[in-house]
Structure formats: structure tokens, C-alpha cells
């Protein structure tokens, strides 16, 4: 199962902007880049006043949104002339320009920081994404370290082979902070929904383990914190490949010059940040194990309905905390009572979660130890205890990934079919089988390639590629 990025020229067909790349003959012979004078004096009549204005601080003029309907800003009208919402959020239109470069096709993503819009460079004629910064003084603070990280990740990342986004330029536009990037395919949650939330095999796993160690590797090297490493932050590069890159560097940090101590997705928030603890980059490789383990079930490993449930839920799979953790971290009282034992709790299903009723393998339902060795090192209530991204690299689970390039394809799920369902699977797999085997006696090939298409209930066919050697 494949998904493939955008192809250029079937997005701009798709989005019926082919007009818009012969604008410049619609008007005279006019040939981009303009200069701001040769603008105003074809199209200053279809400019808003605003724009008449602000066109002459850029030195070249790409694209200017004529097509569309355009906000009638005015330097006396609040929310910025009329361009931001009550938040700060800029407003975009879509088929407007930003920078009188870029043309909006769509909204990608939105988040507390602002948005992020996939346009086209007109100038490259290249599809990007730019994150718009709302505009706020905080939000503003933070995209600054942003940037700071993102220019360092950059220069460390000149090969590109670290797996990890590249911003191509920033700008101010309209007293908005705008930060480019390349344009990546789907993240790692839409891949999982896809497939209905049933997970990958452990070879696509331990690929992309081995991807995202990668970028941790280089971002422990420059003591840089990402602090929300998730399944939507990590994003497929290219076409059938199964190449990932990491994004989304808004909430980061260097690990001396920690901004916030509210960070990190709840599901993939480690124990020391809901506690209150210092924390350090060790809580990257804590989000790590809760990503590896979604990636093989398909959910979430701790899928708390509020903090208080979210530590429940990582003390019924990995017992309790070690009292010294718990006796010296500033919210405990939030969590426990004065003896140390644990509030109780009941979520929104009725369910109340017991201390170390559970397992990692019986929850994971899997018997590799290597795997669940992998991620108990990772998932160490101590984080002095866990692994570092290098020494997560020697780790003989990874290590197995040099003699196997998965492709990108699904292990079948087994967890939701009935047992008698289950049985006939079974029968039909080794029936299957039997009939290639006695083929292959009377075939001259000594390798015989079959996909097996199989009927495992009324409602699931799964996919099961197989390649049978003799």
C-alpha cells in the first residue's frame, strides 16, 4: 500500500491554477518578476489601498491574488488593518498572495501557534508549506527560538540524512512571522487511520525507529529538546519509500534554556513532565516508546482522559513509580495521597485503572523480546535510566534493521477477529500453501512469488504478501 506525494503539475491542474501561470500574458505581455512600479501601473486598479502601499517594500512582484476577493484593510481598522481574526490568526484567502510571491491553495494544519498553508511559490513553482505565526507577542517569543532551532538543525543537517524537517526562508508578512517549508506527504497518524488503526509490521517499525533514532541522535548532539514527538508530527518524505521526517519544532527548546513546563501531548507525555520534574531530552525517547508501541497496535499505548488518568494508565501497564521519584516531584500531591498511594480514579467509561494489572507483552500482544526489551528501555519511569538515542541505536532489536528494507506494507491484525474466524484463516493460509508447494514441483522457477488476497471475516480482507522460496 502506497502514498504518494503530490504530483506538481496534477495539483496545479486539480486546482485549476493553470490560468494563473500565463497571468502575465493576460495583461499586456507583462513577464514576472515585476517590479513594484510595473505592478501599479498595469493593475493598481484591482489592488486594494493597503496593497498599493505595501507593494513598494518588495523588490519583486511573483504574484498578486487578482482573482479573488480581497480584505479591504485599512491601517484605522482593528485586528491589524482587518487581517487578523479576534485570536490574532491571520486571515487568509484563498487564491490570495502572501508576500506577492506565494498564492494560498489551502489550510494544512492549525494549531494554538497560528496555521499552516500549503501555496505555491511562484517563483519556483514549487509547492510549499509556510507556517503563519499568530499575531501575539508570545507566540511571537516562541517562534523565534523556533527559528534559532530550526537554522541550527539546518547547518547540522547540510547532508540532509537526518530525518528531520528544513525550513527554506522566514519573512514578516502583514506583522506576521511566516516560516517556509518543503511540502511532505501524510503523517504517521493519517497512516494509521488509512488502514483502519491496525498496525505495521515490526520491520516498517523498526525502519522508521531507525529513522526518527536519527534525528534524536542529532538533535541530542546539540542538546535540543523537540518536546512533542507524536504520530502527527512525523511525516512521510516520499513516495513509496516509507522515508519519514520529523516536524514541528514550535514547542522545542535547548535543554538549558527550558521555556515551559506544560509540554508534550498527553498520550506521549512522559512521567517526569506530569510530575513536575527538571526534565531533559530524555523525554524524547519516552515519547519514542509510546509511538512505537501505537505504530504495532494501532492506539495509543496510554490513552489517559486527563493527567491524573494519564499516570494511571502508565502504572497499570508499568507498576508503580519508585517512591523517591514520587517524594521529590513538585505536583505529587496532584497524583497521590500523603502515603504515596495513588488517587483513585474513574474515567468517563466507568473504568478505574490498578497498579501493574497489566503487562507490556499482554498489552502489545506480542512475544518478541527483543522488541519489548526495546521499549522498556525506553518507557524507564527514571530517566537517567533510559536509553540515549546512541545507545538506542546499538540495540540489537534495531541492529536487525541492516539486513531488512521493509517495504510499506500492513501486518495483518488479528486482535478483533473471532477465534473460530481466526481458525479458518488458518486452514485457508495452510491450504494455500500446500496448493504453490505441489505447483512448484512441475515449475522451473525455484522461487515461486504469491500475494495471497484472503477472506478472513464478512468485513476484513487483508492483504498478506508472501514470497515462498524453494
Partial sequence: MQFPMENLSDSITTKGLSNKLEEAKLYKGQRLPMSPTEALRHFQGRLTEFEQQEIMDYSEIWFLGLETKKIKASHGIP??????????SYNRILHDHIGFRFEVLEVIGKGSFGQVLKCLDHKTQELVAIKVIRN?????HQALV??????AVRRKDREKCHNVIHMKEYFYFRNHLCITFELLGVNLYELIKKNNFQGFSLALIRHFTRSLLKCLQMLYKEKIIHCDLKLENILLSQKGQGNIKVVDF?????EQQRVYTYIQSRFYRSPEVILGHPYSMAIDMWSLGCIMAELYTGFPLFPGESEVEQIACIMEVLGMPPKDFVQTASRRRLFFDSKGNPRNITNSKGRKRRPNSKDLASVLKTDDPLFLDFLQHCLAWDPTKRMTPDEAMQHEWIQEARLNKPRLTFRPSMAFFPFIDFLKYIIYILGLLFYCCTLCRYSKPKQLRCAIFCMASKKNVLPCKMVISF
Fill in 146 to 151: 523556533e527559528l534559532k532551532i530550526l537554522d
Fill in 79 to 88: 485586528q491589524n488593518a482587518g487581517y487578523d481574526d479576534e485570536h490574532g
Fill in 250 to 254: 514550535g514547542s522545542s527548546c535547548y
Fill in 136 to 140: 501575539k507577542k508570545r507566540f511571537h
